[in-house]
């Protein structure tokens, strides 16, 4: 005989099915919440970090961070090694800076400022392979735009072969508009076929070589030169052929005539300045 206050099974059941409705609605808002708060703190982060790139100005004669010893910047690896904490991986051509020795270090000197808690690293096989993170791999998350990743540019090229690195303040077009730091997912990294990152709200595989197979946007924080932050959706800029053109949000580089690399061709190499991108055959989309 069944108790006055004992369910029964169709009871049950109502309650099991209510109660995994209410989850169903809650997880998605609340994976979300998760999701802005990292971008919280990457804004947070590129603020601080925008504090010492300032502070280092005045420093040094009010230009942006430049420090070619060990060759970071002819190899290109200063775009991690401005600041930040130790390098577990090979970089590319040379080894980066000892955190100490980075030059945003006596301004900047906790690893954490430049660590992004959606960061999901990069698969950059068969030349490396930066997990679980870009900060584990690079010791800092951010990247330093002194150059738009080799990624080719609409006529004409860049004014410097390092951009804004070394160059006064005023240098710099718009700077409310120029971005100084950003995070891998605003770019395409160009080499061995082109990589894709998705960090902030991925869903899927967070390295694709095809944006359009990708599962969720291309979010990234960023710091411009004027030292406001934000974050924004590269997407639809990531699905033309041109890329790193002047958008009424962000500017990339300084136009000149010095080429389409972001750094100096090798001595000997026989590159071209100009370079090709994945899925540049594809007409722009209006």
Same mark, same amino acid.
């Given at each position: 005989?069944?108790?006055?206050?004992?369910?029964?099974?169709?009871?049950?059941?109502?309650?099991?099915?209510?109660?995994?409705?209410?989850?169903?609605?809650?997880?998605?808002?609340? @994976?979300?919440?998760?999701?802005?708060?990292?971008? *919280?703190?990457?804004?947070?982060?590129?603020?601080?970090? $925008?504090?010492?790139?300032?502070?280092?100005?005045?420093?040094?004669?009010? %230009?942006?961070?430049?420090?070619?010893?060990?060759?970071?910047?002819?190899?290109?690896? *200063?775009?991690?090694?401005?600041?930040?904490?130790?390098?577990?991986?090979?970089?590319?051509?040379?080894?980066?800076?000892?955190?100490?020795?980075?030059?945003?270090?006596?301004?900047?000197?906790?690893?954490?400022?430049?660590?992004?808690?959606?960061? @999901?690293?990069?698969?950059?096989?068969?030349?490396?392979?930066?997990?679980?993170?870009?900060?584990?791999?690079?010791?800092?998350?951010?990247?330093?735009?002194?150059?738009?990743?080799?990624?080719?540019?609409?006529?004409?090229?860049?004014?410097?072969?390092?951009?804004?690195? @070394?160059?006064?303040?005023?240098?710099?077009?718009?700077?409310?508009?120029?971005?100084?730091?950003?995070?891998?997912?605003?770019?395409?990294?160009?080499?061995?076929?082109? %990589?894709?990152?998705?960090?902030?709200?991925?869903?899927?595989?967070?390295?694709?070589?095809?944006?359009?197979?990708?599962?969720?946007?291309?979010?990234?924080?960023?710091?411009?030169?004027?030292?406001?932050? $934000?974050?924004?959706?590269?997407?639809?800029?990531?699905?033309?052929?041109?890329?790193?053109?002047?958008?009424?949000?962000?500017?990339?580089?300084?136009?000149?005539?010095?080429?389409?690399?972001? %750094?100096?061709?090798?001595? $000997?190499?026989?590159?071209?300045?100009?370079?090709? %991108?994945?899925?540049?055959?594809?007409?722009?989309? @209006?």
């Amino acid at each position: 005989m069944r108790g006055k206050n004992a369910f029964t099974l169709v009871e049950l059941l109502v309650v099991i099915s209510i109660i995994a409705l209410l989850l169903s609605i809650l997880l998605p808002a609340l @994976n979300k919440a998760k999701e802005q708060a990292k971008l *919280a703190v990457c804004l947070s982060n590129m603020k601080q970090i $925008g504090y010492a790139f300032k502070v280092y100005m005045q420093d040094n004669e009010n %230009r942006f961070p430049y420090n070619d010893e060990g060759g970071y910047f002819e190899s290109g690896d *200063a775009e991690f090694g401005y600041g930040g904490g130790e390098q577990h991986l090979g970089a590319m051509l040379t080894d980066l800076p000892d955190p100490e020795d980075r030059m945003l270090y006596p301004y900047a000197k906790e690893p954490d400022a430049f660590f992004c808690p959606a960061d @999901n690293g990069e698969n950059l096989l068969p030349m490396e392979w930066w997990k679980p993170t870009t900060f584990y791999a690079m010791g800092a998350s951010y990247r330093y735009n002194y150059n738009p990743w080799d990624n080719p540019l609409r006529g004409g090229g860049l004014a410097e072969w390092y951009g804004i690195a @070394n160059q006064k303040e005023s240098w710099a077009p718009h700077p409310s508009r120029y971005i100084m730091l950003h995070e891998p997912p605003a770019l395409c990294w160009t080499f061995y076929g082109g %990589r894709y990152f998705l960090w902030h709200f991925a869903r899927g595989e967070t390295t694709v070589m095809d944006p359009e197979l990708a599962r969720s946007a291309f979010i990234s924080t960023i710091l411009f030169v004027d030292g406001h932050a $934000g974050s924004f959706d590269f997407t639809e800029v990531l699905l033309q052929q041109y890329p790193c053109e002047p958008t009424a949000e962000w500017v990339w580089y300084k136009r000149g005539d010095l080429g389409t690399w972001g %750094r100096k061709p090798p001595i $000997g190499s026989g590159i071209s300045p100009a370079i090709s %991108r994945p899925g540049a055959e594809k007409p722009e989309k @209006n």
